[in-house]
């Protein structure tokens, strides 16, 4: 089994590999901006600097959900027809969901130590944190039924109808804070607005977003890379198998 | 079309007379969870009072998942679910008429759930249209979720237990809506419990639309 | 003589495994095929993918006209399957189920007592649930399900096991009635003699694949 | 005896191991559970917090109940009941072999609950070893019940209708003890948490006698 | 030469329906019974009966030496019964299964590789998961676990059902040697040339009665 045998979809490629040396280095980066030359907040002293993770991960997150749901929409286009049965889509939309869930559980994890640190306890029961672990077990229940033993194209436009359905939960959680009354904080950067924080705040923020940017889209570049790779030693292993029920009549 | 919703939906019921099922094993196990929180909470009516619309429709949830597993055990049983794929009942039929099925049930279930917060939880009901449509259109949203995530969780050993993991998140909003619309029907809410119990249709309206156009593949198992 | 059933190179794989490893068949209208083999070569699935059951991974499969690559559910309505189980409701009674699947096949309500004489259930188990009948009546309600949905094409998995001797002759008849009116039957069976009485072809599996075929009648 | 006892719940374990149900699914619905009881109350806090105790327990008995279905449920497929019955192995080892896979299992979706609502619904422990007790013994009456129950249920459909029935009122006691000696746990309430955990241990002793005595017959169908 | 089963006036009731309505037989050890009779004749029950998992209501039942009105679960012990059911955990894995059998009938876990063996199944198969097996593949696994428990008194209900030649020929074996060894072999079983080779007798019910029997060997 050899990656280089030139698939399409085979992802090994000199530009992965600079973009895996770029996400490492944005990381690092990331870090420094983050941990040290960014300021302390007035309110909220050093617990500030989680920001730099638990905002872009979610937002990375809500990202690869709908790439996940973009992904499934053309995968069910295009499960149609015979040829050409779009197993790309379904793959990709695996891959980005699982990194989307990832970074979901980030955000939670960090907001969780967060709110330890603000409210004093790690839970409050808000319309946003409840969305959000709504949010992060749907797809966690969607990554479930991408597992069940199936054949890959009932598998596929199963789950696909699932992520189509799953991707509502996305505005919900992003809206949640002006829908209900919430402890949580409101949108503070958004289009068309001046963003309520400000300086090295405000571009670490933005820096901290392109850089999990990149380490998400390596991971998925990757994922999607060892999801196809699994496929092929499926493929191989079940040839094998065909090659020895031949031999079965000697 | 009508006619074979009407048949399939029937064919569910008579099973579920036969066996006698949901009223007498699902109800009792809702009111366990009823008289459970009565308990819990013995000291505070108030509080009772106050939680009555979402524990009726935690016990609905809990009940219901019960239910549409039954539902599509009595498929998967005996091979039946090729049965079903070899009938030339068209797939939206199939989804309508189990979702009829269901919903039946889970009215039948909420008949005795009813009272039961009435009694314990001693609520008193302002609005009974606001109540009524509330509860319609939660039952229907659950029932036509339940049916359609029923079908991608069947066909598999573990679909006993993937069923509530996929139904939970989805449900969860059709849990907060009805819980509101309910506590604004029992006045202890001022809420404009309308939206809620609209918004509770919308979801039956959408998942009826997306179950029905793609039943077809869904029940296809290998 | 039209094709009814065209195999070329057909590969399926179930859980990891080629249940199906390039089998070629062609059965034409009219005749009944005994599928033969060993206990794991390929049989109940061979009669499920034919079924639109069991997708197809490679090769061509044409049945009843239809392209099951492209469209797997159309032909079913013509199909009437018997697996290994039953397909039967275990709770209803033997009258009740009948008259659900007849509807649900879209056969005529007044074929329902019929289907059951012929096939021998008496009428003293009409009102019974299923699930108190034994091995060999069930086995009589399942074969009268699929005979109700008067079927172009008759899959039928070991229709014989279970049935007793009366049962297997009544059974016959049906299939060779079935067959002289244009319906086709591909049957698996273990069952040696039955070759010469019924069948027209045997065709024998083995590992997935095509080992020994008789040839048309 | 005890060699039965191990062989008989390793099996279970082993098939949950196959379908590995527990942790993938059934822990994951207990802690939804969790967060739709905090949607239905609304995050009222307070009330969280002094529910927190029965809310644990209700979760518990909502994801047992499917471990004890599906328990079942792969016994009374294809006649293992039979085979079961024919094995050399007492009944009173089938029992409490039984009880043990569940409670395992039990134990494994607590471990998931546990931290689940310390986290979500804010509680503090003040008395660990009353909680550990309290914990133990609930679980222990709930397998004991659980699968005493589940044996009559699988038994026969016609005495399915019945038994919930007798369960609850089984069940509700085990439920209101856990829940009250863990909000004496949690500091919510002054009471003699240490009463109402040995009541439950009470409970599990009573019904694993009842079982042990009378597994043999509930275990004939007719 | 002692007697194993002896059934005087046995009445047995299920769901209302007298099953078994009076039916006298004797079964010495050593003997191969077959039995034979029409669907719903009785034969399941029957067999059901002497297993002490179905109650009996009037007349007297002695199996090994117990009266089962007394105990019908100590005979148990002494009892391998494969039903129409194969009564297999479809979740396990086909070696773990058998392990589980063995060790429930206080087997030696030495014997289930001799005993998969014995009846064919594939070693490719052990590690397979009992739900991918094909029809005949599970009718094999059954039997194994009934063979490992060396029962005294082999109670099977259509053993060769689902089973290939080859299968239906060991299986054949199996008991002839079982019943040398001293066990008693009773076989329900629709097929008739059965009778000439390895059974020793004759059975055939009616109404849940005897009705013809050729008489012990
Ligand atoms: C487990 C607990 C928490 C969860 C699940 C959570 C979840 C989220 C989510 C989903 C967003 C993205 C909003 C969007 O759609 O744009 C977000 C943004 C944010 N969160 Fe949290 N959060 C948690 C705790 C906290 C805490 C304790 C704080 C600080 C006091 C906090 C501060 C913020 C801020 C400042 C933003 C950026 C808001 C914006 O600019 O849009 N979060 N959080
Ligand atoms: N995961 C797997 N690993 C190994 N073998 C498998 C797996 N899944 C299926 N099989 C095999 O695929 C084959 C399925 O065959 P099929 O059920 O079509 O046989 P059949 O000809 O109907 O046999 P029978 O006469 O016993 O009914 C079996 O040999 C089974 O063991
Ligand atoms: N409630 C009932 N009403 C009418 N008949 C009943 C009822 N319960 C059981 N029966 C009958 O009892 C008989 C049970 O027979 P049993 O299963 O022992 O038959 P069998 O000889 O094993 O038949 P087969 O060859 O089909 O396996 C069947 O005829 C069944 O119809
Ligand atoms: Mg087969
Ligand atoms: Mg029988």
Redesign the pocket.
Known sequence: MSPARGNKYMTASPATRVLGVVAVAAALLMALLGLIVSPADVVQGQAVRMLYLHVPSIWIAYGAFVLTAVSSALFLIRSRRREDSGRHHDRLAGAAAEVGVVFAGITLVTGMLWGRVTWGTYWQWDARLTTTVLLFVTYLGYLALRRLPADPMIRGRRSAVMALISIINVPIVHFSVDWWRTLHQKASLSVGRRPEITGEMYWTLLYSTLAVTIVASWLIVHRYRVIRLEELRDEEALNALIASRLREDE | MLHEVLLIALKDLRVEWRSKVTLGQVAPMGLLVLVVFAFAFDANTRLLELGAGGLFWVAVLFGGTLLIQRAFEVETDDGNFDAFRMSTIRAPSLFLGKSLGIFIQVVLLELVLGPGIVLLYNVRIDDWLLLLAAALGGTLAFSVCGVLWGVMAAGTRVRATLLPLLLVPILAPVLLAGSRAFETAFGVRAEAGWTWASLMFVIAAVHAAVGMGTFGFLLEES | MSTVVDFQKVVAVAGGFPVLAGLDIEITKGEIVHLRGSNGVGKTSFLRACAGLLQIQNGDATVLGFDLRDDRIAPRRYIGLLGHENHLYKDLWVREHLEFRAAAVGADQHDVEAALQRIGVSE??WA?PIE??????RRRVAIASVLVGRPQLWLLDEPHA?L?REGREVLDEILIDAASSGATVVLASHERDLSKSVTSRVVTLRGGRLWEDSGAA
């Open positions: 003293r188990l019974v108190r009948l034994s091995a060999g009546q279970a007793d």
